[in-house]
């Protein structure tokens, strides 16, 4: 009889834990993932919602002078490049950290 608990304890535990990954996926591809964008050596963060590449790609969530926080489909590496091509940056002077 314990055995018969344990063995539905288990499987109920596991269809438990594939059900909560389903659903953080779910709201992933919905919504998108949250990054920080933080910018470095004294540089001020640009004015992103006038950025043409990243139009309707980004949602900025909060802002400072040189951190914003910003949901997004897009992954982080694309965000980064797309901020270093844009406003002639190199890799120590944006720092792009998923949140999650």
């Known amino acids: 009889m314990v055995t018969i608990l344990a063995i539905i304890f288990g ?4 269809i438990a834990i594939v059900r909560v990954i389903q659903l953080k996926t779910g709201v992933t ?5 949250h990054y920080t964008i933080t910018m470095h050596h004294g540089l ?4 992103l919602t006038r950025n043409d590449n990243l139009k309707g ?20 590496t694309e965000l980064k490049t ?19």
């Open 82 to 100: 797309t901020l270093m091509k844009d406003y002639g940056l190199d890799s120590t002077q944006v720092q792009v950290e998923n949140t999650q």
């Open 57 to 76: 790609k980004i949602k900025i969530i909060s802002a400072t002078e040189d951190t914003c926080m910003v949901q997004s489909k897009i992954n982080d």
């Open 11 to 14: 499987i109920l535990l596991i």
């Open 29 to 33: 591809k919905r919504f998108g993932y």
């Open 44 to 47: 001020k963060l640009p004015d």
